[in-house]
Every structure is written in structure tokens, then in C-alpha cells.
């Protein structure tokens, strides 16, 4: 195996002997676990750098010689941004490499030898390059090449080799420019494409470097849209495509009237012929639309499940407060006083019996939800009945003595007191509405004892009379309440833990009433307590194949729409999604009709232009469609729009006040079942075009270089 450093050569130096190479090729996954799951979806996987380790022996034929020959190998070796050219029984491979130690190690016995340890890092790429021989150039693979494409598409099987995923590059030149509009480039193994619109001349060169990332023309940087076609090792099925720039068969001038689309005229049109019959791939119309424009909204409160998707929603949709966050997962303690502090039963409040009916204790709330409480109890006789506990209100400032008001909450499960025995225990209480108990806000908990108590039967709470905790005491006698700071009843009260696992709150389908649409925006309302919350969205034409998930909802544009919240947070903290927007309104819609009796007819083609691509002043709006007309026909090209007809809403097409196109009507209707009327003074402006043959030569060449891991 031969080894070279940039020009230092390892394997052939009089130095260097028993050289030996050790590589490590870390993969790096992004996993992600799923609730309620076992082990873990797999995301996506990078390669992390690349770390190499040379190791072998320095010689010499003297100490000094030795010492000399350390000092050339260190300066040779130590580099950055350098070459690591290995040859292979097949082939040689280079790495662009960083040095991050050399080891040499001296042995007092040797003064002729000394060991060494050289440690690489080749981290962009981490990957290896095929080269033509070891210190050489890089070898590129010439896979595919094409000359004279007169097509509008050209195909190629590619077959590529190496360990690590390959990057071409594409080169295209342009012969003769003729019609050429876009050339698109598609991966079909992958499902990634690039398109290029710009203006072509001829012997213009075209590069797109899939390995760089640059895409450009004659050198300068271009835009395109989509994104890098992706490659895979071994079989990738491409298509190269090339489209013309169609001329317009019919085009008027630039009108300043208006016909407007509102609550009154539901449809406009306009009836064109054409020459010669071909298939025709775009029309343009002349329009524009009010300043004020309304759109059309979604408000999900969460306050119902209407539209709650049960299959695929974690988390807690809660109706009751109107919010989505995270489910819960068992309890933990907000405030307590312990029956540790307590020994005996001298200090016990009588409930049935004196008057005393309910006892309660003073505690701050910490943000979590109310689980249940504990109280210290037994009974004294045979008495009867049930016991409930409460949350209320505290009615005095923090550190002053406080007694319960405004009951909040009681417990849905009550306790038969004749089940105590009579020794103290903890009795557990349930409390199952969602209440939140607010950070720093002082609260009352206590237990209310009403019937089948008095004389010798009745319910004892224990209580402390020399308290630590920070709160107070209090109970009702005949009739009013009595706070004291003097003690503290024994008491826990415990808040629901957020299960982080629940974490996701998908929709149903929401039906926007429109065949096409154009979303303008989705927002929600979230207290993010630290946490994270991710809003996507997913559209459909029919409710039931849906889109990929995108947190873009301006790339949507179907009838169905639907959402889904993904939360992070802790089991003390969720986000709290109060409530999602959807806002959007229907395309126009236009229709190309065949003629029945000097009027639209039966619709051959049906395209939408998007509101958002109209704007206030009159524009061309262009929109690509297909469809074979024969010459010297009557159509119609006809428009309306597919949201709510209201004066917000309104556009306009442009026309003219006198028959300036001689072949052709415009036509208006007030109702989607009403009849056309036409006018044969006034033509709309439109353009219509040709789906032209191409007139280009192009030249292809794909080419890479192996890339090995």
C-alpha cells in the first residue's frame, strides 16, 4: 500500500518503514422515538468527519540522523487542507485531510528507530475521491453524453459506482438557442428536479454542479427553481427536458375599463378564435383586484372535537379550558405538611360535631394542574354520611391570615366516613377537573363533613399547633369561617406530571367549500413555557389522500385542509396552544369552452390563477394549460371566482368599450344557473398561446467522480 502526504510519500521514503493505516467512517443518525413505541424511527443519517490514524516507524542511522529525520517528517506531515493519497488493489483514493496530532515515540534503549502515531480528520468532504494514480488528478467518470437534441426531452440510465453517495456534474450546451424557454432536470429514482428559466443564446454553456452546489450560466451565477437532483448509488433514471417559449396567437391592447366580478356578475367571458390548429399551452387575461380584499378563515378553539383527529392526536385536546398541550402522566406534590411533624392525636379537629363542618389549609400553587389531596383522618364513634373535599379561593394577601371564599373545585368521589377506622390515616381525595393551579397564587384546601356526625359520633383531622409550614389554618363554625396562623392541618396536594410522549395534536379535514384555493396564512396562539411548537399543514382534493406535511400552508392549494401541532416541553411545563387560524380564498377559475349558440358551452380545459398573484393595478395573469384547438372555431374562455362572491372580494377583467377584436364576444352572467349575456361592442383582454415545436441543438455531458466512505 503506497501512502503519500501532499509530495511526501510514506510507503517509498527511506525514513519511514511498517507503515500502517487505520480508518473510522462514523454515520450519524437522527432517530425519533415515537410515543407508546418501541425503539425509534429512523429520519435521516449524515457522515460525520472522517478520522485516520498512519502509524509506523521513523529511522535513522544515527541519533542526530534519527533527530533530523523527525523534524522532515513532522514538517511533511503536520498539514492542513492537504492530500492523503492511498492507492488501492483497485484504483487510488484521495482524502482532503486536517492533522490534529503527531505521536513519536523515543525509547531510551533506541537511538536508531522511533514509533509514530499520525492522526487525520477529513471533514469536507469526509468522504474519498477517486484519482488516475496516487499523487495524480482527480479521475472524473464520464457517464452519459448526448449531441444534437432537437427534443423536448432526452433521457439517461446512469449507473453509479463508490461507496458514498456520488455528485455529478451536468453540462449543457446550448448549440443553437431557437425557441429554448426552461430546461428541467429530474431525477426520477429520487424525485427531486430543477428547472432553469432564463434567456438562452447560442453557445451559451450551461453547469450544474451537484457536488458545489452552484448552478451556472457562462460562468455567472443563475436562479432555478426546486431543488440539487440527488443521486443514488447504482441506478438512477434521468430526464433532461426542454421547453419553448409560446407565442401569443391573439394578444389586445391594454385596456383601463373594468368589469367586475362582485355579488351582481358571477362569470365573465370572452370568445376567441385561433390559427392554426395545434395544441395551445397558456393564456394570459388582464387583470387586477380591489385594494381591500377579505379572505376567508378557520378558527380552531379546541373548545369541541369536531375536528379532532383521535386516531392521530397524543396529546390533550381539552375542551374544558380550550387549549391543546400535553397529556398527563401521573402526579408529584405542590405544597404538603407532613404527619412526620405529628405524634399523637392530642391536636384533632371534630368535624360533625359543634358546629364544625368543614376544615381547610392555605398552600401555593406551583403551575401544575390539581390531581388530589391528602388529609390525615379517623373516626370517633359510629358516625354516618359522606365527606368531600374542596379547592377554594384564599381571601387574605400572601402572609396574612386567610379563610376560603368562592369555592373552585370539588372532589367528583366522596368518602363514606364509615369506612375510617380509628386510627389516623391519609385518605386520598380525587379531584377531576382540569384546574390550574397558578404559579405563586395562594389557595385553600380543605374537607367538608355535613351529615350523620354530632354527639359522640363524628370525623377527626389531625393538625399541628407548632407549624413549620408557610401557610395557615382554618375552620368554619356555625356558620363563619375562623383563619389562624397558630396550625396547620396535615395535608398533601398533588399536581399532574405532563407526559412528554403525548405531544401531537392533528385535525381532521376541514372542508373549504372552494375546488381551489389559495391559503395565505396559518398561525396559532401558544404560551410556549419554554417548550417548542411546531405548526404544519396538509391539503387535499378529496379528504382522503392528503399532501406531506409543510410548515409552508402558501405551497397548498386544494379543497381539504388539515393541521397538525407537534409540543416539546418538561412534565412541569407544556406549551398551551390556545387556538390555530387558517386563512385563504378561493381561485378564479378558468374555464376553455367549446361554443353552443353564441355562448359558452361544453368546458374543455379548467385552470386557476391564484388571488395572491393579482395584484391592485392591472397585470397579466398567466396561467399553462393543454388542449387541442382547430382553427377557425368559435370558443370561449370564461372566468369566475371559487370563493364567496362579496364586494371585498371582487376583481377585474380588463376590456375595451369598442369591438376592437372583430372575432370574437364578451359575454356576463349574474347567476351560476342564469343564461349569458353578450356584448358585441366590448372584447376582453387575453392572449392565448401556442405550444410550439422546438427549434434548439443542445449538447449534453454528464460526468462524476467516485466518492468512497
Known sequence: MNIQINTFNLSGNQIVTGVRLDESTPQELNLMRLAREDGAKLISSTYAPKEITISGIIKGTSRSDLETNIDTFKKNTMITEGDLDVDYEVGYR?????????????????????????????????????????????????????????????????????????KPKLDIFIDAAGNLNN?????????????????????????????????????????????????????????????SIGNPNQEQAIYNSDADINSNWVAEAQSFQITPTSNYSQIDLLLKKASSFDYDEWLETFSAT??????????????????????????????????????????????????????AQSFIGNGKTLNSAKFYLKKYGSPTGTMVAYLWAHAGT???????????????????????????????????????????????????????GGGANYVLAGYDTSPSHAGNGAYYNNGAW???????????????????TANVGQSLGFDTGKTSNTFVSGTQSVTLNGGTSTLEFSDSADNSSWSSWTTDITTLSRRYIRFRITLTGTTTASPLVDYVTINWV???????????????????????IPYTSIGTSYGWASVSMSVNLTAATNYWVWIRPSSTNATARTFYWAYQNTNIYASGLRARKTSSGGSWTTYSTNDHAFKVYIDESPSWEISARIEYQKKYL
Open 94 to 166: 484521495r482524502w482532503t485531510v486536517d492533522c490534529s496530532g503527531c505521536i513519536v515515540t523515543r525509547e531510551h534503549h533506541n537511538i536508531s528507530t522511533a514509533a509514530f502515531e499520525l492522526k487525520y480528520v477529513a471533514s469536507d468532504p469526509p468522504f474519498a475521491e477517486e484519482i488516475d494514480s496516487i499523487a495524480g488528478n482527480p479521475k472524473m467518470n464520464g457517464i452519459y453524453s448526448v449531441d444534437m437534441i432537437t427534443a423536448n426531452i432526452c433521457t439517461a440510465d446512469l449507473d453509479l459506482g463508490g461507496t458514498a453517495k456520488p
Open 306 to 359: 369536531t375536528y379532532k383527529d383521535v386516531a392521530n392526536t397524543t396529546a390533550n385536546w381539552e375542551t374544558a379550558n380550550s387549549e391543546l398541550k400535553f397529556g398527563y402522566s401521573g402526579s408529584s406534590i405542590v405544597d404538603s405538611y407532613s404527619e412526620s411533624n405529628y405524634t399523637d392525636d392530642t391536636y384533632m379537629a371534630r368535624l360533625g360535631a359543634g358546629g364544625i363542618n368543614y376544615v
Open 183 to 243: 430546461v428541467s432536470v429530474k431525477n426520477n429514482t429520487t424525485n427531486t428536479q430543477m428547472d432553469i428559466t432564463t434567456a438562452w443564446g447560442s453557445g451559451d454553456a450551461l453547469e450544474i454542479n451537484t457536488n458545489s452546489r452552484i448552478v451556472q450560466k457562462n460562468s455567472s451565477n443563475v436562479e432555478y427553481e426546486g431543488i440539487f437532483p440527488e443521486f443514488n448509488l447504482g441506478d438512477n433514471d434521468i430526464d433532461i427536458n426542454f421547453t
Open 398 to 452: 400572601y402572609g396574612l391570615d386567610g379563610y376560603p371564599i368562592a369555592p373552585l373545585y370539588a372532589t367528583s368521589n366522596s368518602l363514606d366516613v364509615s369506612t375510617l377506622t380509628t386510627n389516623s390515616q391519609l385518605i386520598e381525595f380525587t379531584f377531576s377537573s382540569n384546574f390550574k393551579l397558578v404559579n405563586g397564587v395562594k389557595y385553600m384546601i380543605g374537607i367538608g363533613y355535613m351529615t350523620g
Open 586 to 608: 378561493g381561485n378564479i377559475e378558468v374555464n376553455i369552452c367549446s361554443d353552443t349558440a353564441g355562448a359558452p358551452g361544453a368546458i374543455l380545459s379548467i385552470v386557476y
Open 482 to 500: 375562623y383563619p389562624d396562623q397558630t396550625i396547620d392541618y396535615i395535608f398533601y396536594v398533588y399536581g399532574k406530571n405532563y407526559d412528554t
